[in-house]
């Protein structure tokens, strides 16, 4: 009794209009049952992480969560995240999917215009042309939602939200990995990858303006990464690298010596490899200690593992695995956005 005589209509208790109806008070009609308003859903931000070729897998979540009618009004992007993330908010992801599933061992190779005299071992150029020729008028102020690439400046280390300007200039800064991409300089400043300062950038989307914050992490299966190796020495007798088929051509010849020089064989890590690696470590450590200190309402974590730093080929299962994964967690986000409704 005490909880029906606490809930009102108008200015009546539930139970004093029910006796007023039952004796017959036509007064009880004139005053309807009024509904409240009905809740508004939160504005959702999207935080996409960094992770070179595992970044495809950017455009599988973003694609599913649109499918069930989750459109991110925020987006904050680091590296491939911010390319993926602001090429969606340009309304250009279709044509980056088509683009990314039309490359090849050997296109990915066209795209490297190799450099031995700048701050980047690849110039860049070769591949801004391809990735962000239709973005080059549009600026980060006109799209439709908020938007913010994450950079790092060098000299300083001041991370920087680059949520004004031309936005293919912005995603060259956020992606600029050191010692593969030279830096950009962008309003006096030389900036470089993002992933530097702020791997996966909850922080970012939480302060541009996303009341609930869904984070995706490429990199969050990597398990082991942190374990102490307590007792390890040399072999006696080291294993001999395989070696690569013979293939003939100088062409063949030339792609075969930049393989190896650039990605490695398979006993022995290339220059990129190495670079890579050694990024990916310090960027997990990085990742753990600010989704502690600023965790996301939700997360998705595609199991990417498998797929290697430089495996632009592979977009394709990329897309799929960062489908499945969207589509795994869309009843945790769903329940998040309930209960962040105003």
Not at 41 to 68: C, D, E, N, Q
Not at 135 to 141: F, P
Request: hydrophobic fraction near 45%; charge should be neutral; glycine fraction near 10%.
């Amino acid at each position: 009794m005490k909880c029906i005589e606490a809930c009102y209509i108008g200015d009546l208790t539930v139970l004093e209009f029910v006796k007023r109806k039952v004796r017959g008070d036509r007064a009880v009609t004139s005053d309807p049952i009024q509904p409240g308003p009905a809740p508004r859903r939160p504005s959702i931000g999207l935080a996409l992480g960094g992770g070179a070729a595992r970044g495809f897998a950017h455009i599988g979540v973003v694609k599913t969560l649109v499918k069930h009618g989750i459109k991110p009004d925020v987006i904050a992007g680091t590296s491939i995240g911010a390319v993926v993330g602001g090429l969606y908010a340009a309304g250009k992801l279709d044509d980056f999917e088509a683009w990314a599933l039309s490359l090849t061992r050997r296109r990915i190779f066209s795209y490297m215009d190799f450099s031995f005299a700048g701050s980047g071992l690849i110039g860049g150029t070769r591949l801004a042309q391809n990735l962000l020729s239709e973005t080059a008028a549009i600026r980060i102020e006109e799209l439709p939602l908020r938007f913010a690439a994450i950079a790092t400046e060098i000299g300083t280390g001041h991370e920087i939200w680059l949520t004004r300007g031309r936005l293919a200039d912005a995603l060259c800064a956020s992606y600029a990995l050191p010692g593969i991409f030279p830096p950009s300089l962008i309003g006096g400043r030389w900036l470089m990858d993002g992933a530097l300062v702020n791997p996966v950038p909850v922080s970012a989307a939480r302060a541009i303006g996303a009341r609930l914050v869904i984070s995706v992490s490429l990199n969050a299966d990597t398990f082991g990464r942190g374990t102490v190796i307590q007792d390890h020495g040399a072999d006696e007798d080291p294993l001999p690298a395989p070696e690569e088929p013979q293939q003939n051509g100088l062409r063949d010849k030339a792609e075969r010596l930049l393989r190896r020089q650039f990605l490695g064989t398979p006993g022995k890590p290339g220059f990129s490899t190495v670079m890579v690696e050694a990024f990916s470590v310090m960027q997990d450590r990085i990742t753990r200690a600010r989704l502690a200190g600023d965790p996301p309402d939700a997360s998705i974590n595609p199991r990417l593992s498998p797929i290697g730093f430089f495996d632009f080929h592979r977009a394709a299962e990329a897309i799929q695995l960062g489908s499945e994964a969207t589509e795994k967690c869309l009843d945790s986000i769903m329940e998040s956005m309930k209960t962040l409704a105003l």
